[in-house]
């Protein structure tokens, strides 16, 4: 696998684990305790830090691609393994 094949992998894993873990850690302003502004939405957070926020989407991209660029290599899962159905019908006739 070509290592800009990699990146473009690792770069999918981080916009998907940052998406994941934005609702975690995240308070409103009266879950917090903090008086709101005017007009302000109920939902908008208080403690919001993208930051940190970066920092674990990019811990947890690294492992998620590090783990499918290994099964990539060593084969640990291949499709055959995730097909629950089987063999389509009629699928050994048409070889022939």
């Not at 290592?3 to 995240?26: D, K, R």
């Not at 920092?55 to 640990?76: D, E, F, H, K």
Request: charged fraction near 15%; charge should be negative.
């Amino acid at each position: 696998m070509k290592w800009t094949s990699i990146l473009a992998i690792y770069f999918l894993f981080w916009v998907m684990s940052a998406f994941l873990l934005l609702p975690f850690g995240v308070e409103t302003h009266d879950e917090a305790g903090i008086p709101k502004i005017p007009g302000q939405a109920d939902s908008a957070p208080a403690n919001f830090r993208p930051g940190r926020l970066a920092l674990r989407a990019t811990l947890l991209s690294a492992v998620l691609c590090g783990l499918y660029v290994a099964n990539y290599i060593y084969g640990w899962i291949e499709p055959d393994d995730i097909n629950i159905f089987g063999q389509p019908p009629g699928y050994e006739d048409a070889s022939n």
